[in-house]
């Protein structure tokens, strides 16, 4: 940012030394004072055309960036952290791309269960066992691997909602506690 800054004041301060030379030198008729003004304008179209490659190359880079898709592995540590070593694996996932339009981040992973314990201490979960699941399938373009039901008849429950009732997280797990499924809800 720093950088940008220091471009656009040297391009006005060339333009306004370009400009006073050469108006300096109508007014003087001073042909030393036309190269001066002549060199200044050409040093600031150079600068100002460095200027403009250097704001665009940045701008695309950071874009580049921002929508570059994550890895499971990347959505995982942003959802959790670091897992313990060998305690985590993904079997697939779907991103929050765009908040509004993709309103979950949903994630299957096979776990230890002194992993999933080290989840469970990051917020404060309500823990319930049940036969009978509160979630479908995923939405549609996750419906062939979000299956929750698959994990047994029994599963484990995890749940928690913000105090802003916009964020949620809800976590599924085997008896064994070895494999889950989460919707991370973001809006």
Same mark, same amino acid.
């Given at each position: 940012?720093?950088?940008?800054?220091?471009?656009?004041?040297?391009?006005?301060?060339?333009?306004?030394?370009?400009?006073?030379?050469?108006?300096?030198?109508?007014?003087?008729?001073?042909?030393? %004072?036309?190269? #001066?003004?002549?060199?200044?304008?050409?040093?600031?179209?150079?600068? =100002?055309?460095? +200027? *403009?490659?250097?704001?665009?190359?940045?701008?695309?880079?950071?874009?580049?960036?921002?929508?570059?898709?994550?890895?499971?592995?990347?959505?995982?540590?942003?959802?959790?952290?670091?897992?313990?070593?060998?305690?985590?694996?993904?079997?697939?996932?779907?991103?929050?791309?765009?908040?509004?339009?993709?309103?979950?981040?949903?994630?299957?992973?096979?776990?230890?269960?002194?992993? %999933?314990?080290? #989840?469970?201490?990051?917020?404060?979960?309500?823990?319930?066992?049940? =036969?009978?699941? +509160? *979630?479908?399938?995923?939405?549609?373009?996750?419906?062939?691997?979000?299956?929750?039901?698959?994990?047994?008849?029994?599963?484990?429950?995890?749940?928690?909602?913000?105090?802003?009732?916009?964020?949620?997280?809800?976590?599924?797990?085997?008896?064994?506690?070895?494999?889950?499924?989460?919707?991370?809800?973001?809006?």
């Amino acid at each position: 940012m720093h950088q940008i800054a220091i471009l656009v004041a040297g391009c006005l301060l060339l333009l306004a030394l370009g400009s006073a030379a050469l108006a300096l030198g109508y007014y003087h008729k001073k042909q030393m %004072l036309y190269y #001066i003004g002549a060199a200044a304008m050409v040093a600031f179209a150079v600068l =100002t055309v460095y +200027s *403009v490659y250097t704001v665009t190359y940045k701008t695309y880079n950071k874009v580049t960036q921002l929508f570059t898709p994550r890895s499971g592995n990347e959505i995982y540590v942003s959802l959790f952290g670091e897992p313990n070593v060998g305690c985590a694996t993904i079997l697939n996932f779907q991103d929050q791309v765009v908040p509004k339009i993709d309103y979950a981040i949903w994630l299957h992973f096979k776990t230890c269960p002194e992993e %999933l314990d080290r #989840i469970l201490l990051q917020l404060p979960y309500l823990t319930d066992t049940t =036969t009978q699941l +509160s *979630v479908s399938d995923g939405p549609s373009e996750n419906n062939m691997w979000f299956k929750p039901k698959l994990l047994g008849d029994t599963l484990i429950e995890y749940q928690y909602i913000g105090d802003d009732n916009r964020t949620a997280q809800f976590i599924y797990t085997n008896l064994s506690r070895t494999e889950a499924y989460c919707i991370d809800i973001l809006d």
